[in-house]
């Protein structure tokens, strides 16, 4: 059973700082890339960051200089450094496990944490 644990979010004024984390059990974590979405009331889901299972890192122009992925193979977790924090930052934010081969795509989503800045 596949199975995320999300932590980190909270209320914070706008330009502090959350370390979101998200722990995964259930698949092998290191052959997946690994994503932070977030999805704010009345908005799209919106990627936001990407950590590769080779490590390569990617961020959607929003968050450049703000947002840092990482991953820690050996506790199958994903973090999201977050700095400098905006209102339009406030949302859900939510983990996703991907993995493609030629056959099948394996898609696999945490529960969320809720990131609320505001002073």
């Known amino acids: 059973q596949v199975q995320f644990v999300e932590s980190g979010g909270g209320l914070v004024q706008p330009g502090g700082s959350l370390r979101l984390s998200c722990a995964a059990s259930?698949?092998?974590?290191?052959?997946?890339?690994m994503n932070w979405y977030r999805q704010a009331p009345g908005k799209q889901r919106e990627l936001v960051a990407t950590?590769?299972?080779?490590?390569?890192?990617n961020y959607a122009d929003s968050v450049k200089g703000r947002f840092t992925i990482s991953r820690d193979n050996a506790k199958n977790t994903v973090y999201l450094q977050i700095n400098t924090l905006k209102p339009e930052d406030t949302a859900v934010y939510l983990c996703?496990?991907?993995?493609?081969?030629?056959?099948?795509?394996?898609?696999?989503w945490g529960q969320g944490t809720q990131v609320t800045v505001s002073s």
């Open positions: 950590v590769s299972s080779g490590g390569s890192t």
């Open positions: 996703n496990a991907h993995r493609a081969t030629a056959r099948l795509v394996h898609d696999y």
């Open positions: 259930g698949i092998i974590f290191s052959t997946y890339d």
